[in-house]
Structure formats: C-alpha cells, structure tokens
C-alpha cells in the first residue's frame, strides 16, 4: 500500500467521528473531530499491540514522523519498548528543565563552606543573591549561555564595579564546573566570557584624600536621601575606617560589650582580612577605640535597629546584615561614582593623619589592621598602643566631622539616647 502525501495530509478534514490515515509501517495519521492531526505509530512487543504517539501536524512534517518512526522501530529492535523510552526521555528533560541555576548554586556554595572563612562564605553567597541569582538564577543551568552570562556581568560593569564583575565570573564559572561534574551542565559559559569583560586598571580603589574634600563628601553624602541606616552605616565607616564588609555584618553582640569608661570595639579575628590559620586565634581581634562621635552614632543605631541581631540590617530581610554595596550606591549618588568607593574611607584616613602625624606611621597601620612584611615592623604594629591610638581616633573624629551635625540630628532631631546599660537590659528582656 502507497503512503500518505503532504498534499492528502495538509488536505484532510475532520468528521463526526476520530479516523485514521494510514501511511506506512505502522505509522498513521489520527484525526479527531476538532481537527487535530496527530501522528501515531503501531507496534507489536510482547505479542501484544501498542500505540505511540509521536507528535502533531503541522509541527511535525510527514517526513519528520518517518523519521521518528524509523528511530522507534530502531529502539524496538534493540529490545527496548519505544513508548517507554520516550517516557524516560521525557522524565530526564523535565528533571534538567527544573534544575536552575540558584539551587544548584547553594548547592555548591555548602560543598565549599568546610574550607572557606565564614566571613569569605557570606561574601560569595551574598555577592550571589545581589547580582546574579535575581537575573539567572530562576533559569535552567543548561539554558544559561554565553549572552545571558555576559549581560548579567554588564550590569555589575555599568555601576563601575569592575573587580567584582570579575569575581563574579569566577563564582558562576565555578557553579557550571560543579554542575558538569554532577551531570547536570555539559558546558561553562563564564569561562567563554571572561575576555569580553571590561579591564581591570591595577592601583589603588578611588579614594577622596584630602580633609576638606572628605568633609565636602561627608555632607554631600549625608544630604543625600537615603535610608537613615545607610547614613549612619557611611559615617560609622568614616570614623572608625573598618573594611565595608566587616562593619556591614556588624552584629550588635559586638557594640554590646563596649565598656563606657573604656570604650573600644573589638572585631574578632574570625570576622577580619587573615589568613585561615589565623581565625579564630584572639591574639588577631582587631580593637578599635571609639572616638565620642562613633559612640554617639551607635547610639543613634540603638534606637533604629537595636532589637534586631545586626547593627546594620537588610533593608528587606531583617535577620540578614546589610550589603555594603548599600554605601557604595549612596556614595554614587551623591556624585561620587568612581571618585570614591566605601573602602576608600581608609585611603582618606591613611593619607591625612600620615600627613599631620608621620611619626606615628606603624601605630596608624596598626588602626587599619595592616600586617607589615618587615618582622620587627609587624611585632611594633602588633603593640596596641591604645592611649596613642585612642587619641589619635579622636582627633580624626574632630577632624572630619568638624562643623557637622550630631548622629540624632543627622536623623532629623534630637532622640532620647538610651545609655549603654539601659540599652544591655532591654535586649536581655527581648532576649
């Protein structure tokens, strides 16, 4: 019997009732009473007769159904039932559609987390969640190509964060890898791009570096509207000139041990720049003395997120600290984008008390938490010299901040400040 033709296929119309047209082989043309035009396949296995349904026309050519129909008969001759591969086939697709990118992400991000810093693993997770998990990560990793990874970099690119659109690439890179050795990825797109990123220009991050520049800065940025805890956050930055990411995670337990007689913040080394080897070990807690001004600013924090566990939380999810791109966005917008990042807050320090007190070159180190590499450099540095340091911290805080308002009236007014105790006692009811 002659099969089917495109034109008596393209031709036929529906009845009253479901027909068949046959073609070949047992493959044959079903066609319902509203006009569907599905192609089927007939085939014995096991003595017994069974129907596969292969695809519909016009989707699926005459030929293109021949096609699919030699390969059923193909697995049927191997042994295996064809109905039931498809069935698989279509299991597995299903199982990779669903597998995205965020999932499998943290996926890798706890596999790393035995070996990597605690202070190292929140920064790759929350550097994720920020700029790459709200635009890919709902996408199925094996959908996720060159393009999308590219575009996705761009945008951390346009904001003039160059480094860490670079990082960033590294991390996704890392996830493909991941996801192709557990069988879940067959290629990485972010390596492919990693030349068409922008340069990285090596030297130092943008820093304003003299005083009157800093204080225009400083009042530019604090006249700019923002989130009252952005404020606080930049100018707690500006006296105390941590590196953004540790003053972001600042949780409270650390402001709560501050003695009012001596007041010093402590940064466990576990929180801090060091080596792994170094975590952990409290001879590396980095101590901070905390001018009048730092005090007045935490105390201004206080009454805005004191009962919560971070000094500086997320604006959307309380129980998690703050990005510290928050500051860098608020710097942005009061004009400073690429003249200034956050970190750049301890090149302004460095270079105007260097400049007024250049003996005091090892203890203004120390107050950054720079290790030098010269030995008997490194065992002066690690001298707390706290008079010397506190003194040193005041006189920055009345110089940067002189003509400026107080934190409470930064915040529109004056506040009741709670004191230190009061504060301790009120959290411990919560608690």
């Given at each position: 019997?002659?099969?089917?033709t495109?034109?008596?296929?393209?031709?036929?119309?529906?009845?009253?009732?479901?027909?068949?047209?046959?073609?070949?082989?047992?493959?044959?043309?079903?066609?319902?009473?509203?006009?569907?035009?599905?192609?089927r396949?007939?085939?014995?296995?096991?003595?017994?007769?069974?129907?596969?349904?292969?695809?519909?026309?016009p989707?699926?050519?005459?030929?293109?159904?021949?096609?699919?129909?030699?390969q059923?008969?193909g697995?049927?001759?191997?042994?295996?039932?064809?109905?039931?591969?498809?069935?698989?086939d279509?299991?597995?697709?299903?199982?990779?559609?669903?597998?995205?990118?965020?999932?499998?992400?943290?996926e890798?991000?706890?596999?790393?987390?035995?070996?990597?810093?605690?202070?190292?693993?929140?920064?790759?997770?929350?550097?994720?969640?920020?700029d790459?998990?709200?635009?890919?990560?709902?996408l199925?990793?094996?959908?996720?190509?060159?393009?999308?990874?590219?575009?996705?970099?761009?945008?951390?690119?346009?904001?003039?964060?160059?480094?860490?659109?670079?990082?960033?690439?590294?991390?996704?890179?890392?996830?493909?890898?991941?996801?192709i050795?557990?069988?879940?990825?067959?290629?990485d797109?972010?390596?492919?791009?990693?030349?068409?990123?922008?340069?990285?220009?090596?030297?130092?991050?943008?820093?304003?570096?003299?005083?009157?520049?800093?204080?225009?800065?400083?009042?530019?940025?604090e006249?700019?509207?923002?989130?009252?805890?952005?404020?606080?956050?930049?100018?707690?930055?500006?006296?105390?000139?941590?590196r953004?990411?540790t003053?972001?995670?600042?949780?409270?337990?650390?402001?709560?041990?501050?003695?009012?007689?001596?007041?010093?913040?402590?940064?466990?080394?576990?929180?801090?720049?060091?080596?792994?080897?170094?975590k952990?070990?409290?001879?590396?807690?980095?101590?901070?003395p905390?001018?009048?001004?730092a005090?007045?600013?935490?105390?201004?924090?206080?009454?805005?997120?004191?009962?919560?566990?971070?000094?500086f939380?997320?604006?959307?999810?309380?129980?998690?600290?703050?990005?510290?791109?928050?500051?860098?966005?608020?710097?942005?917008?009061?004009?400073?984008?690429?003249?200034?990042?956050?970190?750049?807050?301890?090149a302004?320090?460095?270079?105007?008390?260097?400049?007024?007190?250049?003996?005091?070159?090892?203890?203004?180190?120390?107050?950054?938490?720079?290790?030098?590499?010269?030995?008997?450099?490194?065992?002066?540095?690690?001298?707390?010299?706290?008079?010397?340091?506190?003194?040193?911290?005041?006189?920055?805080?009345?110089?940067?901040?002189?003509d400026?308002?107080?934190?409470?009236?930064?915040?529109?007014?004056p506040?009741?400040?709670?004191?230190?105790?009061t504060?301790?006692?009120?959290?411990?009811?919560?608690?």
């Amino acid at each position: 019997m002659a099969g089917l033709t495109d034109l008596q296929v393209r031709k036929a119309q529906p009845a009253e009732k479901p027909f068949r047209m046959a073609d070949e082989k047992g493959l044959f043309l079903f066609v319902t009473p509203a006009g569907a035009k599905l192609w089927r396949l007939r085939y014995r296995r096991d003595g017994k007769e069974q129907t596969l349904s292969l695809g519909a026309y016009p989707d699926m050519t005459l030929a293109e159904a021949r096609t699919a129909a030699d390969q059923a008969r193909g697995v049927l001759k191997a042994g295996k039932d064809p109905a039931l591969v498809k069935k698989i086939d279509k299991l597995v697709q299903q199982r990779q559609n669903g597998e995205t990118f965020e999932p499998i992400a943290r996926e890798w991000h706890d596999l790393q987390n035995s070996k990597w810093a605690p202070i190292h693993a929140s920064d790759v997770l929350t550097s994720l969640e920020s700029d790459v998990f709200p635009a890919i990560g709902s996408l199925p990793i094996r959908d996720i190509d060159e393009t999308i990874v590219l575009a996705t970099l761009r945008v951390v690119e346009k904001r003039g964060a160059v480094e860490t659109a670079r990082r960033l690439r590294q991390r996704i890179s890392a996830v493909f890898c991941f996801a192709i050795a557990t069988g879940r990825a067959n290629r990485d797109p972010a390596a492919v791009v990693k030349g068409a990123l922008a340069p990285l220009v090596p030297g130092r991050q943008p820093a304003v570096v003299s005083l009157d520049e800093a204080r225009l800065m400083l009042r530019r940025v604090e006249d700019t509207p923002s989130h009252p805890v952005t404020k606080l956050a930049v100018r707690l930055l500006a006296l105390t000139v941590p590196r953004p990411g540790t003053l972001a995670k600042t949780p409270w337990a650390e402001f709560d041990e501050i003695d009012d007689a001596d007041p010093v913040w402590v940064i466990p080394a576990e929180r801090m720049k060091l080596k792994q080897r170094h975590k952990g070990n409290e001879a590396f807690d980095h101590v901070i003395p905390l001018s009048r001004q730092a005090l007045e600013v935490i105390d201004a924090l206080r009454a805005l997120t004191g009962s919560g566990p971070y000094v500086f939380p997320n604006a959307r999810h309380a129980h998690r600290p703050m990005s510290e791109n928050a500051m860098g966005y608020l710097l942005n917008r009061a004009g400073y984008f690429q003249r200034h990042v956050p970190h750049g807050f301890r090149a302004t320090f460095s270079s105007v008390m260097n400049e007024r007190f250049p003996a005091d070159r090892y203890i203004i180190d120390a107050m950054l938490a720079h290790v030098p590499k010269d030995k008997v450099e490194a065992a002066y540095n690690r001298a707390q010299h706290l008079k010397r340091r506190r003194e040193l911290a005041q006189e920055w805080a009345d110089l940067i901040l002189k003509d400026a308002p107080s934190a409470a009236e930064l915040l529109g007014g004056p506040r009741k400040i709670l004191s230190m105790e009061t504060f301790r006692r009120k959290r411990r009811s919560v608690a």
